[in-house]
């Protein structure tokens, strides 16, 4: 099998299932409990916050650990809206992630916010200038992704942030595609709150965090018994903490050569689609995008028909971002950068890894040369 889909979910490390496993078997204490098996929880929990805050440049009591980026997003894009005083007025990028997209639309539905929309160019960029046209008095949050689950394309989130911050509201971005490809450093970004997801870096699915700025106040989404210094209530995943905090650190530490080689590797990969698919159209903006994302609509095909022949051929990978699969609607990160609905249908996401090989890629790219043959034969009878 030729894995091509890392941007839906990643292997899990051995080195993180090796952290991870201590705190399932030995000791399994309850961080909240103060006895001996609950203070090893404890202190297992606090390093693993330690970590993340290095890799993320933050204080560890700003790390609030999640299950995983869906949860992250939820609790920043409502927490932080419902807690600020400022307004109620949200902005979004049309090309964000469902968990951040639905959640506006819930304070809207539900609390009577007002959302609005920030234009996105062809290859799905934000500029500054057109944050400057939308954001208003009253806004309490504008919520930009770092990089696109689906095209891959990097925000300019510095220049949205120093906008948005200049008008008074505060920025949360979705930063689980760029974990392990892209800085991280809060402070560089400028932003006051970041979603992270373990199964994006070779941790367990089921793992995350929400790093948001200690002054910051937060509206928590669970209520209960006050853990996460009462910003998200449960009792802990400690073993998925000590993994996520493992996986993410090794991620970090690895992730200068591991993106320059990928990079490369992408260029070469698309470049062979593009030669040898006649009218294949890569998505994404050419310049500021992540290494390891390649992205196509085939004109002519139908993206879910590809990735049949594609996986008949052993080469995995998807036609989007994997939380809408099954979905008979046509990507709306596809439709906001202008594809109409029968074009954005026949797109198909390639993502590669830090283990691809450029053997690897070389019998891929023959495969979709032929799957994207053999589904234009098909629909032209």
């Keep these: 099998m030729i894995f091509l889909d890392h ?6 490390r051995r080195e993180a299932l090796e952290a991870m496993w201590p705190y399932l078997w030995g000791s399994f204490g309850n961080p909240s409990s103060h006895h001996a098996l609950g203070d090893e929880a404890s202190r297992a929990l606090a390093g693993a916050r330690a970590a993340v805050a290095a890799v993320v440049g933050c204080r560890p009591g700003d790390v609030v650990f999640t299950s995983g980026g869906t949860e992250a997003d939820n609790l920043a894009v409502k927490g932080l809206a419902l807690a600020n005083p400022r307004g109620r ?25 007002e959302v ?18 939308v954001i208003r008095p009253d806004t309490a949050l504008v919520s930009v992704q770092l990089a696109n689950n689906e095209i891959g394309t990097v925000q300019p989130i510095a220049e949205l942030a120093a906008v948005a911050h200049a008008a008074g509201a505060l920025v949360h971005t979705d930063a689980v595609q760029a974990a392990g490809w892209l800085p991280l450093s809060l402070d560089a970004l400028g932003v006051d709150a970041l979603s992270l997801a373990g199964h994006k870096v070779g941790a367990p699915k089921g793992t995350g965090a929400l790093i948001v700025r200690g002054r910051l106040q937060l509206e928590p989404v669970l209520h209960g018994g006050g853990q996460e210094r009462g910003r998200r209530s449960g009792t802990e ?10 996986a993410l650190r090794l991620a970090e530490a690895e992730r200068a ?3 320059a080689r990928v990079a490369a590797l992408g260029s070469e990969f698309a470049a062979s689609i593009a030669a040898h698919v006649p009218g294949a159209r890569s998505t994404g903006d050419p310049e500021h995008r992540l290494p390891g994302t390649v992205s196509f609509v085939f004109p002519g095909t139908s993206g879910e028909a590809v990735l049949l ?15 809408a699969a099954g979905s008979d609607e046509a990507s709306h990160v596809l439709t906001a950068i202008g594809l109409p609905a029968e074009l954005a249908q026949t797109a198909v996401r390639f993502t590669l890894g830090a283990e691809t090989t450029a053997e690897e890629l070389t019998d891929a790219a023959a495969s979709v040369a032929r799957a994207v043959s053999a589904v234009r034969g098909i629909v032209a009878t």
């Design 7 to 12: 941007a839906a979910t990643t292997p899990v």
């Design 89 to 113: 007025h949200l902005v979004v990028s049309p090309i964000e992630h469902e968990a951040v997209l639905e959640s506006a639309a819930y304070l809207a539905r539900v609390h009577g916010f």
């Design 116 to 133: 609005s929309e920030v234009a996105v160019d062809e290859g799905g960029l934000v500029t500054p200038e057109a944050l400057s046209r």
């Design 237 to 246: 995943n400690v073993a998925g903490a000590v993994a996520f905090a493992t």
């Design 257 to 259: 050569d591991a993106a």
């Design 309 to 323: 022949e594609l996986e008949r051929d052993g080469v995995v990978c998807s036609s989007g971002s994997a939380c």
